[in-house]
């Protein structure tokens, strides 16, 4: 008696299958995961200590830290433009993600919302995030590094429809190829 069984798949079942993953991840449920997202962290914005400095002092300042020059010469404008406006940086951060997110949930507006998002996604990740922290030699996998928002990026472009009988801005494959 053998230890280990062959498991023989028919390829009309193999198919049925790969038809039914590619169902799952469309485009469309794609687009719908990111608006969710972004929904999600712009309701975050909501918290109580999101309209205080701590915005600037928990989250932007400490980005700055470890730069390259640089890099820290053009994030420490922006820091001392959000601790002279808190309330309407937070406001504008809450509004854009929130926006963002129920056009790709609605399915209205579509092409300038994933524009929007990867625009927002790369200015999030520059100016919120620092580059990830990637650059100081402080980043790693463990704190987050790269950042979850340049994921969101990478998602909009590959949510992203292509025009008739034109080109995907970001095919499967090299989404999987960005991912691994």
């Not at 049925?16 to 469309?26: D, E, G, I, P, Q």
Request: some cysteine.
């Amino acid at each position: 008696m053998a230890l280990s069984a062959e498991i023989s798949v028919p390829i009309r079942e193999m198919k049925t299958v790969r038809r039914m993953t590619h169902a799952l991840c469309s485009r469309r449920h794609l687009q719908q995961a990111l608006g969710a997202v972004w929904l999600f962290d712009g309701l975050l914005q909501l918290q109580p200590s999101m309209w205080t400095q701590n915005l600037v002092t928990g989250i932007m300042q400490p980005a700055t830290q470890g730069q390259p020059a640089v890099v820290g010469a053009t994030l420490t404008p922006m820091v001392h433009l959000a601790s002279r406006f808190v309330v309407p940086t937070n406001a504008t951060i809450l509004l854009a993600q929130v926006a963002v997110g129920l056009c790709l949930l609605s399915g209205r507006f579509v092409r300038p919302a994933l524009m929007v998002s990867v625009v927002w996604a790369l200015g999030v990740w520059y100016w919120g995030e620092g580059l990830g922290m990637v650059l100081t030699g402080q980043a790693s996998v463990l704190t987050g590094a790269p950042g979850a928002v340049l994921l969101y990026a990478v998602l909009g472009l590959a949510a992203y429809p292509p025009r008739d009988g034109g080109r995907e801005l970001l095919s499967r494959k090299r989404l999987r190829w960005l991912l691994a």
